[in-house]
């Protein structure tokens, strides 16, 4: 099978045959249509968990995908041949991805089947960013007609969050990069402010002179920043961090810090799929690319700034 894959840890990433995959019992192995680039997936390869779990080299990139089971392995029963499904290729050893044709995964895993009315593009777009969105608003509590921020908001998981709070009635304020406001506005944001052009301390207060409700930061990497983004949150609120970037000691007075930790379940997926189907979620897709120019996307990707998902197209 074809498959991008690296052959050590920061190498850069090719394009490799591979043999087929073949699923074990319990198992089931599925004809990859679409699978969607996320952060994680170069960060793995670069060795973000290395002495912390198995790898396998060639390492095969990638974690979301959508495609057909093309068989199951005995005792495999959940899902038939022939049948779509989406999910995450998060099995260990770590390296068995899905920037490949194919993809094996116990049938227990994080996958489920994709509704009608749901494509297989946009549901391979849901997994990673859509099950962190969704589990980041239950995580922070955010109530209906609660204000929240939401920093990094045109990205994946931001677009995503956005939609999915709006969609409760939440008062969504997204910081950008550039002038994003008809799009953010389409998503539902309330505010758009261009950190670019504006303060974003400033604009906050603007709005909200006592403090927001609740602040998701996508984007900071380094706690004295999102400190200051934190600062921006009313006692009794919450503070989220998806980049582990939450220092107690620097934590605000009376304001609750979150260090989001994802918690994948075929559950979420078909919350997500109900919520693209039903109209409340849209999913945005900003490229498509075959699976061979799957190292030129990644260069791209791992610049940031993306107003939305990357999809490889096998």
Known sequence: MRAVAVKAFKAEPELMELPDPLPGPGEVLVRVDYACLNPYDWQAADGLLDGEAPHVFPLVLGVDFAGRVDAVGPGAERFHVGEAVFGQASRPPIGAGSYAEYVTMPQDAVIST????????????????????????????????????????????????????????????????????HRMAALGAAVTIDTTSRDLSAAVRDEYPQGIDAMVDLVSGDPESFAANAALVRAGGVALTTRSAADPAQSPPGVEVVDFDLRASSELLDILAAAVVKGVLDVPIEAEVPLEKAPRAIAKARGGGARGKTVLVL
């Open 114 to 181: 994709v509704p009608a009315g749901l494509s297989l593009e946009s549901a391979a777009v849901l997994p990673t960013a859509g099950m962190t969105a969704a589990q980041i608003l239950q995580t922070a509590g955010v109530r209906e007609c609660a204000s929240l921020l939401v920093i990094g908001a045109t990205g994946g998981v931001g677009t995503q969050l956005t939609q999915l709070a709006a969609g409760r009635e939440v008062r969504v304020l997204a910081a950008v990069r550039g002038d994003e406001r």
